[in-house]
């Protein structure tokens, strides 16, 4: 082998292992990537979750307003007395 073959092949070796190198650095971050992604995943299905369990709250609890309203409006009406609370259908 010749001086230049033998210097080509110690680059080529370099060159090589370099490669290796950064391979593999390169697949720790897409592992690193894909962890982050699937944390991220699990907590919007959480929040998804909470704003699903918040809404159908919000829900029942408009619904008691209503039917609070209308009593109210009913006990006003039998007892000659006007509701002044908030106005009738005024959602909160």
């Known amino acids: 082998m010749?001086?230049?073959?033998?210097?080509?092949?110690?680059?080529?070796?370099?060159l090589c292992a370099q490669y290796e190198t950064e391979q593999q650095r390169h697949s720790?971050?897409?592992e690193a990537l894909q962890g982050?992604?699937?944390?991220q995943g699990g907590e919007i299905e959480a929040l998804r979750q909470r704003v699903e369990r918040q809404s159908a709250e919000y829900e029942a609890l408009q619904m008691?307003?209503?039917?609070?309203?209308?009593l109210a409006?009913?006990?006003?009406?039998?007892?000659g007395t006007?509701?002044?609370?908030?106005?009738r259908g005024l959602r909160i």
């Open 2 to 14: 010749t001086a230049l073959e033998e210097q080509l092949t110690r680059a080529l070796r370099r």
């Open 28 to 30: 720790e971050q897409v």
């Open 36 to 39: 982050h992604v699937e944390r």
């Open 64 to 70: 008691r307003i209503e039917r609070l309203d209308a």
């Open 73 to 79: 409006t009913r006990l006003a009406e039998y007892f």
């Open 82 to 87: 006007s509701v002044v609370a908030r106005p």
